[in-house]
């Protein structure tokens, strides 16, 4: 079955460390996401990628990186120079980046720090 | 900028009973608009969309309509059933004059617990 799936589930970081979460789609789908998923919070946008080699910032891009190298792949690294990163983090998918699409999520990845 | 507002939960209903969860929205572009089901411990799953005003998105018993004149997009059930407990998102998506997208703007999410 085609789907997204997000790597490892559940993530343990050390202060000062960064670490990488994986997202992989065999969906082929062009766009992906991440979101930032706090209790109360709703989802917030981190960095989404219209295409290969190409991505943009969302609404709170500071303290994460992300690279798309491969159309289906689209990891996620959180940096030491992200504060608070104690969350949940779900990846999604698109056929494109156009309103009318919907996404597709994958089952997320909880990060906590030791 | 783009903003959803939900009504805020816990919301604790009767099986059989009748469901509304209420959803408005601003948006700068032009919106379509989602609802997405989240269970324990997983990952979000679309329930249904709407893409033009007037527009009834409907699945597994669940309807909304695509108001406009009021922008809102309340989720409604005849009849929930105990597997319908989760997390429900109202969420939007807007095309920018210039013809590009970004990813979804969410609500904060209601916590729907149905009780046998």
């Known amino acids: 079955d085609g789907g997204i799936t997000q790597s490892p589930k559940y993530l343990f970081r050390k202060e000062g460390q960064n670490v990488t979460l994986s997202c992989e789609q065999n969906l082929n789908h062009d766009a992906m996401y991440w979101y930032r998923q706090d209790p109360g919070q709703g989802l917030r946008l981190i960095y989404y990628s219209q295409i290969v080699n190409d991505f943009q910032k969302g609404d709170i891009a500071e303290g994460y990186s992300v690279s798309r190298e491969k159309k289906e792949s689209f990891p996620l690294t959180v940096t030491s120079a992200q504060k608070n990163p104690t969350a949940f983090y779900l990846c999604?998918?698109?056929?494109?980046?156009?309103?009318?699409?919907?996404?597709?999520f994958g089952d997320g990845t909880r990060l906590s720090i030791l | 900028g783009n903003s959803v507002t939900q009504m805020e939960g816990p919301v604790t209903l009767s099986e059989e009973a009748f469901l509304t969860i209420n959803c408005t929205y601003t948006a700068t572009g032009y919106p379509s608009l989602f609802w997405y089901v989240q269970y324990p411990g997983e990952g979000l799953q679309l329930l249904l969309k709407?893409?033009?005003?007037?527009d009834k998105g409907s699945n597994k018993g669940f309807e909304a309509t695509y108001r406009k004149e009021t922008t809102s997009f309340h989720l409604e059930k005849g009849s929930v059933q105990v597997s319908d407990s989760a997390v429900y998102f109202c969420?939007?998506?807007?095309?920018?004059?210039?013809?590009?997208?970004?990813?979804?703007?969410f609500g904060k999410g209601t916590h729907l617990i149905i009780q046998p």
């Open positions: 999604a998918s698109s056929i494109e980046l156009v309103r009318n699409q919907p996404q597709h």
């Open positions: 969420a939007l998506s807007v095309l920018y004059s210039g013809g590009g997208a970004d990813g979804l703007t």
């Open positions: 709407a893409t033009k005003a007037d």
